[in-house]
């Protein structure tokens, strides 16, 4: 006797057990993530075998957790292949019963942090509560500090007071030969925020965060790594827009190209973010906060284009989703920079560089090219300091020239 869920999962048999009954809202959850008919039918029957097992073994419903998934899976292998997808699928099962509520939450046992651990978790809260950093800086100043109260203290209580100049120095001494340059110079930064901190809370009483050693970074050392102009044009003409990915990639690499934005601010980019009417986008920067930036006109049919014959169905208030299911929004900005990275080497185009950056520095220096003002440059890419926008005159050729004194006495 076959058994139909939501008329198109099919089964050999009735399911039974705990969890048969959230089998078909289960099905529908993964239909609505954009799930294959062969997978979702392939994980319906699992989780229908699974509760035929708790049945099996008493298990009752509230009593359901990922430990009975995982002894399944062992019991399992001993008779049939292990298949990909067994694991994650069944983990799946089990987080959508807690969504449900049919089953507890699961307890996790709390472990006792290390005194170093504590430490760094309360200067991790003054950056995030008291300091309103970025994410990125905590995250890239903790495994510093980490570092540095772990050569000073080891395994032992954490004794803020015991601190002197010494400790610093050698600490820093040992650490930047090891380092890029750019790295040792946020280490030497990390260092400095977190001895104020100490100095704040009442913990050191001397000056420490003078101590940390200057380590040599002469800005603007570089030029910009930007794509050229012409190199953006042949990247978006290859772009096979007749595909659903094709259009999602197009409008992704329009909004770099045309807006400069970051690979972050693309990713995260949310459909209420979109002024349709006034032509507008209100994009959320590196600091939490917002910007509105002029929607034009290609960049907003390619985002249209997108959303009307591309973008998979889905809860989501992303603009831009993954490709595969879950049809969510990408979890990070790597996404965005993952499309810049294979569009690249499908067209065969030699870039300074493989990622998204590398648009928004082209952005900058067209239009220095064509007249825009230092300032004009900054207030488009959303700079909060002139200081940081200044790096995009080394690439005005045409400009530094007038700035040259003539040889004396004529050329020769």
């Not at 069944?90 to 019963?97: C, G, I, Y």
């Not at 790594?225 to 096979?240: K, P, V, W």
């Not at 928004?360 to 900054?378: F, T, V």
């Amino acid at each position: 006797m076959n058994y139909a869920i939501n008329d198109r999962i099919v089964l050999s048999l009735v399911p039974q057990g705990p969890i048969a009954a959230y089998l078909d809202s289960f099905s529908n959850s993964l239909m609505a993530l954009g799930y294959e008919p062969h997978y979702i039918h392939q994980q319906v029957w699992l989780g229908a075998c699974f509760s035929q097992w708790l049945k099996q073994t008493g298990v009752r419903l509230r009593g359901v957790s990922s430990t009975h998934a995982e002894l399944y899976l062992r019991r399992r292998y001993r008779h049939l292949r292990p298949r990909r997808g067994d694991a994650a699928g069944l983990r799946s099962l089990v987080d959508f019963l807690r969504h449900q509520g049919a089953i507890p939450a699961q307890k996790v046992a709390s472990r006792r942090l290390t005194p170093v651990e504590r430490c760094a978790k309360a200067y991790e809260e003054y950056l995030r509560d008291a300091r309103a950093l970025a994410k990125a800086t905590v995250i890239n100043y903790l495994p510093f500090i980490h570092d540095f109260l772990r050569d000073c203290f080891g395994s032992g209580e954490v004794t803020l007071s015991r601190l002197d100049a010494g400790d610093v120095v050698r600490f820093v001494q040992r650490q930047a030969p090891r380092l890029h340059m750019k790295r040792a110079k946020l280490m030497t930064s990390a260092l400095r925020s977190f001895l104020n901190y100490a100095r704040y809370s009442g913990d050191v009483t001397l000056d420490l965060a003078a101590a940390v050693p200057v380590v040599p970074n002469w800005s603007m050392t570089s030029v910009p790594r930007a794509i050229g102009s012409d190199q953006t044009r042949e990247l978006l003409a290859s772009i096979d827009r007749r595909t659903a990915i094709g259009r999602r990639d197009y409008a992704v690499l329009r909004l770099l190209a045309r807006l400069g934005l970051r690979s972050g601010e693309v990713a995260f980019l949310n459909l209420e973010d979109i002024d349709w009417n006034a032509g507008r986008l209100s994009v959320c920067g590196k600091t939490g906060q917002r910007s509105d930036l002029p929607l034009s006109p290609e960049v907003g049919k390619a985002i249209a284009a997108y959303l009307r014959r591309g973008r998979p169905q889905s809860t989501s208030r992303r603009v831009f989703l993954r490709a595969k299911a879950p049809n969510d929004g990408f979890r990070s900005a790597c996404g965005v920079g993952s499309i810049v990275q294979h569009s690249l080497e499908r067209a065969g185009i030699q870039t300074p560089t493989k990622g998204a950056h590398q648009f928004r520095h082209g952005l900058a220096c067209e239009m220095l090219r064509r007249g825009a003002s230092l300032s004009e440059i900054g207030q488009l890419l959303g700079h909060h300091h002139p200081q940081t926008t200044k790096i995009y005159a080394k690439v005005d050729i045409n400009a530094l020239r007038t700035l040259a004194v003539p040889w004396p006495g004529g050329v020769r």
